[in-house]
C-alpha cells in the first residue's frame, strides 16, 4: 500500500489533508511539532484517518530542522517501506508591516515555510528518486501570487515555494516524481481565525464566489495531485481561491 507522509498535521488544512489521503487509501505518516499538545491533536487525526482502514502513525518533527526531517523521513521509510507522497503543509505566519517587522520575524517564517520545503523535498525526494515514483505537493499561497500588505516574510516564503517547486519539477521528472504546488486563498481555519473582521470582509470583496474556502476543498485538489489521475502535472501552482484578482 502507498504512503503519504504530511507535515503539520495536527490541525487545520494538514489534519484534513491526512484524512482525505487516508480515505484515498494512502497509509499516512502524520507530522507534528514536537509539543504535548500537537501530539494529543495529531493522535486523534491519526485515530480518524484508521478509521478508513489504513495505517497511521505519528512522527515528531520541528520541519525547520533538518536534523529532525533526516531522522524523520528515515523512520518512515523504515515503518512504511516506501515514501509515495509528500505534503509540505506546515506554516506559520508572523504578521507585520515591513517597516515594523523584526529580522526574528522575518527569519523565524522563511525557516519553517521556505527552508523546511528544502529539507523535505531533498530527503524524501531522494527516497523516491530510488523508487522511481512519487508525488510532492507543497502548500503555496494567494500572499506568494501577488503580495499582502504584512506579509513581506511569509509572501517571500510562499512565492520561493512555487519557484522550488518548478526547479525540483525539473530535476525530479525524469525519475517519473511529480512536483506541484496549490496556492489556497482564504481558506477557514486557526489560522485565519486570528484575521480581524475588518480584514476578512476587506479579502472577501476580492472573492469572486463571496465565501472562504474549507480545508477539505484544498484537501481535494491535493488528493488529484497525489494520484494517478494527475501524473503528467508537474512543476505547477494550482490556485484554490474561489476566483480572487482574476
Ligand atoms: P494552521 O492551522 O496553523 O496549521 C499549521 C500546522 O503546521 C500546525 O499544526 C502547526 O503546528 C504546524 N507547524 C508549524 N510549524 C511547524 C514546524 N516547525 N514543524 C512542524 N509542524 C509545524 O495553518 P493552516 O491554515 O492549516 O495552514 C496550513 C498550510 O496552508 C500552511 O502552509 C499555510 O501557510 C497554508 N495556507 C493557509 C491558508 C489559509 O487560509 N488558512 C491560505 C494559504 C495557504 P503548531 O500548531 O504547533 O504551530
Do not use: W
Request: hydrophobic letters at 45%; proline letters at 2%.
Amino acid at each position: 500500500m502507498a504512503t503519504a507522509l504530511i507535515t503539520g498535521a495536527s490541525q487545520g488544512i494538514g489534519a484534513c489533508i491526512a484524512k482525505r489521503l487516508a480515505k484515498d487509501g494512502y497509509n499516512v505518516a502524520i507530522n507534528h511539532f514536537p509539543s504535548d499538545s500537537d501530539k494529543a491533536n495529531a493522535e486523534k487525526v491519526a485515530e480518524e484517518c484508521r478509521s478508513f482502514g489504513v495505517e497511521a502513525e505519528l512522527f515528531a518533527a520541528n520541519v525547520a530542522d533538518y536534523a529532525q526531517c533526516e531522522a524523520m523521513t528515515k523512520a518512515v521509510k523504515e515503518r512504511f517501506g516506501s515514501i509515495d507522497a509528500l505534503v509540505n503543509n506546515a506554516g506559520i505566519t508572523k504578521d507585520g508591516l515591513m517597516v515594523r517587522m523584526s529580522e526574528e520575524q522575518y527569519d523565524a517564517v522563511i525557516a519553517v515555510n521556505q527552508k523546511s520545503v528544502f529539507n523535505m523535498m531533498k530527503l524524501v525526494g531522494a527516497v523516491m528518486m530510488r523508487q522511481r515514483h512519487g508525488h510532492i505537493v507543497s502548500l503555496a499561497s494567494v500572499a506568494g501570487l501577488y503580495g499582502n500588505p504584512g506579509q513581506i516574510n511569509y509572501s517571500a516564503s510562499k512565492a520561493a515555494i512555487i519557484g522550488m517547486t518548478k526547479t525540483v519539477a525539473k530535476e525530479l521528472g525524469a525519475r517519473n516524481v511529480t512536483v506541484n504546488a496549490v496556492a489556497p486563498g482564504f481558506i477557514k481555519t486557526p489560522m485565519t481565525d486570528a484575521l480581524t473582521e475588518e480584514q476578512r470582509n476587506k479579502m472577501l470583496e476580492l472573492v469572486a464566489m463571496k465565501r472562504y474556502g474549507n480545508p477539505e476543498e484544498v484537501a481535494s485538489v491535493i488528493s488529484f495531485l497525489c494520484s494517478e489521475d494527475a501524473s503528467y502535472v508537474t512543476g505547477q501552482t494550482i490556485e484554490i481561491s474561489g476566483g480572487l484578482m482574476m
